[in-house]
């Protein structure tokens, strides 16, 4: 089994849970394509949903699978998210932002009712950390943040893509801090949001309902 063949696993089990009528956050990454993916399927067959996308390239991919798209002010509240992640904690706190579409990925989670994480199992970590925690700056604030960071103790990183600077679908920039493995994620990412000109960042703290992994053919579930 490969981890693409987890991914598929988790992402099948997610899409099992949605039913006529629901609305939907669509996450991003490879492991949110699945699930994407699947939707579209089950829309073929003649599943009612409507998806609110968290970036660009999932709109993209749901529009072309026949998801019908709505904003979120056409619909502030959603049913079921699901979406993928970086790193998940024995608390089902999550790093995510490996793709950059943490802030409107966030948003979602908050305006969704449930939030169902789908992973493969290298995912799992005992503390959260080893994946730099990507940080949504204003391109006015970034050097000033990455002083704090450092002031913090940790390192930061502007992140690039294909050898130029990575916009973030709202025209913002991502910053990789490496905070080492993070003994208290609640308190850090209080400590990250009170700092002006960070938008969002990617510790999500008590969001999620259930995470679905993947893992060697099977699939698990943590819930809290
Ligand atoms: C996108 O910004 C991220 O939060 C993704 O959800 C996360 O990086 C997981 O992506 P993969 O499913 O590609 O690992």
Redesign the pocket.
Same mark, same amino acid.
Do not use: P, Y
């Given at each position: 089994m490969s981890a693409d063949d987890d991914?598929m696993l988790a992402a099948r089990a997610a899409v099992e849970l949605v039913t006529d009528g629901m609305a939907l956050g669509l996450?991003?990454?490879?492991?949110?394509v699945f699930a994407v993916q699947l939707l579209g399927e089950r829309v073929r067959d003649g599943l009612k949903i409507q998806g609110v996308p968290t970036s660009e390239s999932t709109e993209k991919l749901a529009k072309s699978v026949g998801i019908p798209i709505v904003t979120l002010a056409q619909c502030p509240r959603l049913d079921l998210d699901i @979406?993928?992640? @970086?790193e998940v904690d024995p608390n089902l706190c999550l790093i995510?932002?490996?793709?950059?579409?943490?802030l409107r990925?966030k948003i979602v989670a908050f305006a969704s009712r449930r939030v169902v994480i789908i992973v493969d199992e290298k995912k799992l970590v005992d503390k959260l950390g080893r994946f730099h925690v990507p940080i949504e700056v204003i391109p006015f604030a970034c050097g000033s943040i990455q002083k704090t960071i450092i002031e913090m103790g940790a390192n930061s990183t502007v992140r690039e893509r294909d050898g130029r600077v990575f916009q973030t679908d709202e025209n913002n920039l991502i910053l990789d801090c490496d905070f080492g493995l993070i003994a208290d994620p609640r308190s850090l990412a209080r400590k990250l949001s009170l700092i002006p000109g960070v938008v969002e960042h990617?510790l999500f703290i008590d969001m999620v309902e259930r995470v679905i992994i993947g893992s060697n053919g099977n699939v698990k579930t943590l819930t809290k």
């Open positions: 991914k996450g991003t990454g490879s492991t949110a @979406d993928g992640a @970086d995510k932002g490996g793709g950059g579409a943490l990925e990617g």
